[in-house]
């Protein structure tokens, strides 16, 4: 009898133990199982992360190649066109203009080139090329204005203009011409029989720019 109860009680133990391996094994496998996914899923991301970075290395490389050649570009135009000429000047100064007399812009806010003198209102040109000039003239009502650009004594453009006796504030016209000027020549704005204008933002304004040396 006590022989048969040791047997049943090492059955019963050996049972046991064995329903607890089973569960650890069970249980160890899914954790198994579970870190696998998980690595391969690792190992998926670091792919995309990989390809990621050598599409952004081709990128780089790509802007760094275009970079690169803005700067030869820059570099090249520096070469052919190495002078930067441009004024832009203005005046709050009424002026009555007789004999064709140049208009005196007083005011400067750029002259780089330093071609423009402004106590005669004459720009001379530093260097040869085609220049774009830009002029601005007002009058009060019942005014007329009789203007031009004048490149050494030829005008370029020109024009009349008369503000409606009806106005109640002065009225500007603008007007503008590209020229071929040589190094040394003069170029100014010219009224005659011109009574010019200003008030609060309008002011007579002049403004030209070297568009390509030759």
């Known amino acids: 009898?006590?022989?048969?109860?040791?047997?049943?009680?090492?059955?019963?133990?050996?049972?046991?133990?064995?329903?607890?391996?089973?569960?650890?094994?069970?249980?160890?496998?899914?954790?198994?199982?579970?870190?696998?996914?998980?690595?391969?899923?690792?190992?998926?991301?670091l792919g995309t992360y990989k390809e990621a970075q050598d599409s952004l290395k081709d990128n780089m490389a790509g802007l760094s190649g275009r970079i690169?050649?803005?700067?030869?570009?820059i570099s090249e135009n520096k070469n052919q066109d190495g002078t930067t000429v441009v004024f832009n000047v203005y005046s709050y100064a009424d002026q009555t203009l007789t004999s064709?007399?140049?208009?005196?812009?007083?005011?400067?806010?750029?002259?780089?080139?330093?071609?423009?003198?402004?106590?005669?209102g004459i720009f001379t040109a530093p260097v040869g090329g085609i220049y774009q000039f830009n002029a601005n003239l007002c009058a009060n009502k019942d005014k007329?204005?009789?203007?031009?650009?004048?490149?050494?004594?030829?005008?370029?453009?020109?024009?009349?203009?008369?503000?409606?006796?009806?106005?109640?504030?002065?009225?500007?016209t603008s007007f503008s011409a590209a020229s071929l000027v040589s190094k040394?020549?003069?170029?100014?704005?010219?009224?005659?029989t011109a009574s010019l204008d200003t008030q609060g933002d309008d002011p007579l304004s002049f403004s030209g720019a070297l568009i390509k040396e030759v």
């Open 100 to 120: 064709s007399q140049p208009v005196i812009f007083d005011r400067i806010l750029q002259n780089q080139g330093n071609g423009y003198d402004k106590s005669t």
């Open 144 to 172: 007329e204005l009789e203007y031009a650009i004048f490149v050494s004594g030829v005008k370029i453009v020109k024009g009349e203009f008369r503000a409606s006796s009806n106005s109640v504030d002065l009225k500007c």
């Open 68 to 73: 690169d050649q803005i700067r030869a570009d």
């Open 184 to 192: 040394g020549e003069k170029v100014s704005v010219r009224g005659y």
């Open 1 to 45: 009898m006590y022989i048969n109860k040791l047997e049943k009680d090492n059955e019963k133990l050996i049972a046991n133990a064995m329903a607890i391996i089973n569960t650890t094994k069970y249980e160890m496998d899914k954790e198994l199982n579970t870190f696998i996914e998980f690595k391969s899923e690792i190992k998926n991301e």
